[in-house]
């Protein structure tokens, strides 16, 4: 009897000692602080579209960032996002090369053979006719679109009627022509506006600056710094007007994509007796400005203010990852004979006025969420320390192309993580803002680079 005394009288003990050590888990409830997501819309281009991989596609587009917010705005009295899903996840893509075809599928990594015949994963793309991409084209009826982010779309297309014209040669954006609610009557901005959203999730300015760059410089000009601020000045005032809060984010350094630092500008990597066959090709010619030597040089790039039109890429250049890398491997391309195009890469004087305009319109936009009251998530940090690499749910992730996790297919885009991991960004700069309690994201349907 005392026996059995003593082990109750213990077993209570240990129970009451277990309770007194347990840790006193006080979870906040989500709440919505001082703003209200009931209804809301989405604005900007490729990266809240949900582009990835070179294409826009379902899986990636219900997995975008402002996709992934409104799953956590529920929590807190947020309603459905309607969006213009693709057909499936097959997708349809813009090609940068437009002399091989307008349109090609997301890549994914598969082996193939190189121009030596070796093989290696690699990013593989299919080029897709303009029949085939009729069903990815066919415009969206039924509920009105909240997700009015249009991939390679400036600022100033949110005004343009035009541009929900049906896809032509001469109109190369058929992504908003599927959810024009009156295709080239209505415009982005219209559209935006007439959803009087209660929160409104903006990302503008970066199709402005990055569809210049990714053209190596050919594309128009980089709109100026006073008009972006109008057109934003106008978007946000309209999307606003009603009471609606919001956020808006920077615009990242172009140094932290892989698509423009993969190929470094002094990748030939020679032996002496390659650089001296070159340089008895450059040096007859009267061409004494460009030499080689054994190790590690700057590949020769069309430039017409250069001595016979043509130099070599120096320090502080860029490479972008649409040139052709068989034939820089196979075909001496950019060593001689065919020099590197124009549109591959950017020279010292564009890259100055890249940075120009991404400090310019970062002050634009950071004197624009003051003035309406806006969330301000500074991508251009967080895209900075993704470089040398951050930790998420115990794995790490960085810029490198393909192994680093962030990045996908293409180079400049995220991966699907890496959109998630943007999203809480948003997030925690929502929660800063307007006092809210809003869980971030845990996607483990996102994907990251798929090997096969």
């Known amino acids: 009897?005392?026996?059995?005394?003593?082990?109750?009288?213990?077993?209570?003990?240990?129970?009451?000692?277990?309770?007194?050590?347990?840790?006193?888990?006080?979870?906040?409830?989500?709440?919505?602080?001082?703003?209200?997501f009931s209804k809301t819309v989405a604005v900007g281009g490729n990266y809240m579209a949900g582009y990835q991989d070179g294409a826009l596609y379902q899986k990636g587009q219900r997995l975008s960032i402002p996709a992934l917010l409104s799953e956590q705005f529920k929590l807190i009295g947020g309603s459905p996002f309607n969006q213009a899903l693709m057909p499936d996840n097959n997708g349809l893509g813009l090609n940068s090369k437009v002399w091989e075809s307008w349109f090609i599928s997301p890549s994914h990594l598969r082996y193939a053979n190189d121009c030596k015949g070796v093989s290696s994963l690699k990013p593989v793309k299919i080029f897709i006719s303009e029949?085939?991409?009729?069903?990815?084209?066919?415009?969206?009826?039924?509920?009105?679109?909240?997700n009015l982010a249009i991939p390679f779309a400036n600022t100033v297309d949110y005004f343009n009627p035009a541009f929900g014209n049906s896809f032509s040669s001469q109109n190369t954006n058929p992504y908003y022509n599927r959810m024009a609610s009156n295709p080239g009557v209505s415009t982005v901005y219209g559209d935006a506006k007439a959803q009087n959203a209660t929160f409104v999730t903006a990302w503008l300015g970066m199709e402005?600056?990055?569809?210049?760059?990714?053209?190596g410089g050919t594309s128009s000009a980089i709109p100026s710094s006073a008009s972006f601020s109008a057109y934003l000045d106008t978007i946000l005032g309209g999307l606003t007007a009603n009471g609606a809060k919001g956020v808006i984010a920077t615009i990242p350094d172009f140094r932290v994509f892989p698509y423009y630092t993969l190929v470094a500008w002094d990748n030939a990597d020679l032996r002496q007796t390659q650089?001296?066959?070159?340089n008895d090709i450059y040096v007859p010619a009267g061409l004494t400005h460009i030499s080689f030597e054994q190790g590690r040089n700057g590949f020769v790039i069309?430039?017409?203010?250069?001595?016979?039109?043509?130099r070599q890429l120096h320090s502080g250049e860029y490479i972008t990852l649409s040139v052709p890398l068989d034939s820089m491997k196979c075909e001496k391309y950019g060593l001689v004979y065919n020099t590197i195009k124009d549109r591959y890469?950017?020279?010292?004087?564009?890259v100055f006025m890249i940075d120009a305009a991404i400090n310019a319109y970062n002050a634009v936009i950071i004197q624009k969420a003051a003035q309406y009251n806006l969330a301000l998530t500074d991508m251009h940090a967080y895209f900075n320390s993704v470089k040398s690499g951050i930790k998420w749910n115990g794995a790490d992730f960085n810029s490198t192309f393909v192994s680093g996790g962030f990045f996908s297919l293409d180079g400049y885009h995220p991966n699907q993580k890496g959109y998630a991991l943007i999203a809480n960004e948003f997030i925690k700069a929502i929660n800063t803002k307007y006092n809210a309690v809003i869980p971030t994201v845990n996607c483990i349907e996102c994907d990251g680079v798929l090997f096969p």
Not at 4 to 31: K, M, R, Y
Not at 131 to 146: K, R, V
Not at 275 to 278: E, I, R, T, V, Y
């Open 345 to 350: 890469a950017l020279d010292s004087s564009e």
């Open 208 to 215: 402005d600056i990055y569809n210049y760059a990714s053209t």
């Open 1 to 36: 009897m005392k026996v059995t005394s003593f082990i109750s009288f213990s077993l209570i003990f240990s129970v009451f000692l277990f309770a007194a050590c347990s840790p006193n888990l006080d979870i906040p409830e989500p709440g919505a602080g001082g703003a209200d």
């Open 275 to 278: 650089a001296d066959s070159l």
């Open 302 to 310: 069309d430039d017409a203010s250069a001595n016979g039109s043509v």
């Open 131 to 146: 029949t085939e991409a009729a069903s990815y084209l066919a415009g969206i009826s039924g509920n009105s679109i909240q």
